[in-house]
């Protein structure tokens, strides 16, 4: 497909996002102050659901149903409240519809901040220094999120309307299940295409693991530490099993070589503790210790069969933990995901791609990436084109995230030019 | 020394006991039912002061200052509040002093239950069950404490009295400082010998570790599990502390041969990672871990040479860490206490044993233990013979800790012929 906008859009609309850029970080600064960590998303969505508003588009708030969304293979599983938690999906329906539909998503949510000291500044309190944007979330992802909305802006600006429907979904739960974007899909929102401003480095995400969260407990049977070598040591024994759960990632990082687009990723299965809990006393050998695993898989691997190969290690370490009573047990906390591949050839990569090289000047690059994206859910589920593209980000789910500012202003240029070239343009003035 | 008791005498004590054992086991049983765990040990006391008053001794009950505490060398490190913490010293001054004085020591504090569901019955509703007595604390210490209390009774329904000053102490803090103890002595309280009824088996203790306690915190930068390999797992990095820190305990256990009364021991020394706690989100990797230490250490080695061993040690795992940034650091939090030997050939051990064998029928035996005991302060720095013998219990600090009631039965007997013998009696009908 040629390209529809003339040169003279293309500068206007290239120029809008340099024009309103300022106010583009001030709006994505708004966004930061919301610590809209898990079940605390609601005034964050407020910002965002009044910022669709004034765009004009139609609003669709609603809290998430755990019970529909637990009928779906794709679910994470809840260990939360939904009560308040809610997806805001604002719809832009053009009066002439020509031209491609669109799903712009990004989700609200941002992770805990961890020890508050360890950052320069408040998490909370976003500034700029050299050039990025600090703060909790400001790339994972309210840059994108922002992004999206001033690409729109640039492109009005520019005295232009797209004439194809676009859903602007800002969801929740992408951070630990994935059930705020499942959530929208299950709603019956659709489209020919779907862009994700997750912080890409500039780059379009080809293929991504699946991910799996859960909750190992190990217990025994605690003595006094002076009849220790009898007693059951919860601690030690987690440790144990982690080392067990570590030659299973292992094992599939060294099969990486028969999975597409992860052969030539050093180590692309990562297991993460990311939490740990055990004991009561310290002069009681502990009876319990429980950790949090974050388990990767490649793509084609089913939840379900990386969940039997991870119980079948935790098996094998019960059963080499030194006293008989001792069990280990697990539970699904969160995330219970399938990787996915983006396939190429796509027009709407072709696309993205187009409008990439015009303001970068160089192709757009794809990579592999092992973390978790909502992605996955619309290219298994919805089987669409699903383009993950976005800003370059620093300490990401880290102390001092930030985002580079000069990259955002490209990403939300080309993000512009994308929207403008997919969903078509009519002149307005 | 003689024994002065006549054997009409000894027999009549001995049935004092017996007669009234079943009100020392509904006593102890009411002494359980307060779940006297630190800070918790209030209405335990109340119980304590109660059982004293109605014996005729004079009650002197103080809340612990931790102040004047701290200026002493043999202070456990103070993390909680005092407020509230009160000592309860029963004193007993004969009309006519012949004998020779007693302390007579017990802790009320009872360490935590943990899960719940891992104890047969409720820790706080005691039961017996096939000669046993259940519940927290049964063992360490309330039978104990209880025996001392129905011991004197023994003497009493025997138609006599004690001919020297008794000073009956019910101490806090013996399960994390010492400092209920050290508070006693700081306040005066002074004897020619002690005795506390902690459950050893129905033996005498001759040696006894001192106990170090530290929370040890692991720091530094996190990341997203996606750029693992870069990050620093303040998991991961604890559990190599850990590991450090059992080379040094190794080390220690191999030197045993060097220390008397440790010679034959499998491993005297036991470091115990009581608690466990990092990380703040399973998809984060954790920038932080800390856990809870408990180290043991040789009569003659000082907690500051001990300390500084468990410093050294720390640096060299902070120095082998994965990321430069990384730091361990340490806190005292509780004990800080040297162990000590009790030196053969006192008169009260010779009194104790004599009564022990015709209890017993067999001689009293000595050993070692590897758990902290508050005698440690009478024999270091008020240089006090200090009897530690007590009833067989099982499961110290673990589930369904029970006491033997046979054994209990035989040690109060014990107990109150010692103190006759000790204290010496006079007729009273």
């Known amino acids: ?104 998503n990004g989700h609200i949510d941002v992770v805990p901040v961890g020890p508050r000291e360890q950052w320069s500044r408040s998490p909370w309190d976003p500034h700029v220094e050299d050039g990025w944007l600090y703060g909790r979330g400001c790339g994972d992802m309210k840059a994108g999120l922002a992004g999206g909305l001033f ?115 050093d180590h ?8 740990i809990r055990g004991g009561d006393w310290p002069s009681s050998v502990p009876a319990w210790c429980e950790f949090d695993l974050r388990a990767a898989l490649y793509p084609g691997t089913t939840a379900d069969e990386a969940w039997e190969q991870i119980m079948r290690h935790l098996k094998i370490a019960e059963a080499a933990l030194p006293v008989g009573d001792a069990r280990v047990t697990a539970e699904k906390t969160g995330f219970y995901a399938e990787g996915y591949v983006l396939e190429e050839g796509s027009d709407a990569e072709h696309t993205l791609g187009e409008q990439h090289e015009k303001v970068f000047g160089s192709p757009l690059d794809s990579f592999t990436t092992p973390g978790y994206i909502d992605s996955r859910l619309f290219v298994l589920y919805s089987g669409l084109p699903t383009l993950v593209y976005g800003p370059r980000t620093e300490e990401i789910h880290g102390y001092d995230e930030r985002t580079h500012l000069e990259s955002l202003r490209k990403v939300t240029k080309t993000m512009a030019l994308f929207i403008a070239e997919w969903c078509g343009v009519t002149q307005t003035s």
Do not use: C
């Open 268 to 275: 692309p299965i990562n297991f993460n503790i990311g939490q």
């Open 1 to 104: 497909m040629n390209s529809m906008l003339k040169n003279t859009q293309r500068a206007a609309i290239v120029d809008g996002v340099d024009e309103a850029f300022d106010q583009q970080i001030a709006f994505t600064q708004e966004l930061i102050r919301h610590p809209s960590v898990r079940t605390r998303e609601a005034s964050a969505q407020d910002v965002m659901e009044r910022a669709l508003k004034e765009r004009g588009f139609t609003i669709d708030r609603w809290q998430l149903d755990p019970a529909e969304l637990s009928e779906h293979v794709g679910h994470g599983r809840i260990n939360v409240s939904y009560e308040g938690m809610t997806n805001v999906v604002g719809t832009f329906q053009p009066a002439q519809h020509t031209g491609r539909s669109l799903i712009l």
């Open 151 to 265: 690409a729109i802006d640039a492109i009005r600006a520019a005295g232009l309307e797209i004439t194809a429907p676009l859903h602007f979904q800002s969801v929740v739960e992408e951070e630990s299940t994935g059930n705020g974007t499942l959530a929208a899909i299950q709603r019956g929102y659709t489209a020919e295409a779907v862009l994700i401003p997750e912080p890409e480095e500039n780059m379009l995400v080809r293929a991504n693991v699946g991910v799996i969260w859960a909750k190992i407990r190990v217990g025994g049977k605690p003595t006094h530490p002076r009849e220790m070598t009898s007693g059951f040591n919860a601690i030690d024994a987690a440790v144990a099993v982690v080392n067990q759960l570590r030659l299973l990632e292992a094992e599939w990082n060294a099969e990486r070589g028969r999975h597409r687009h992860f052969e030539d990723l």
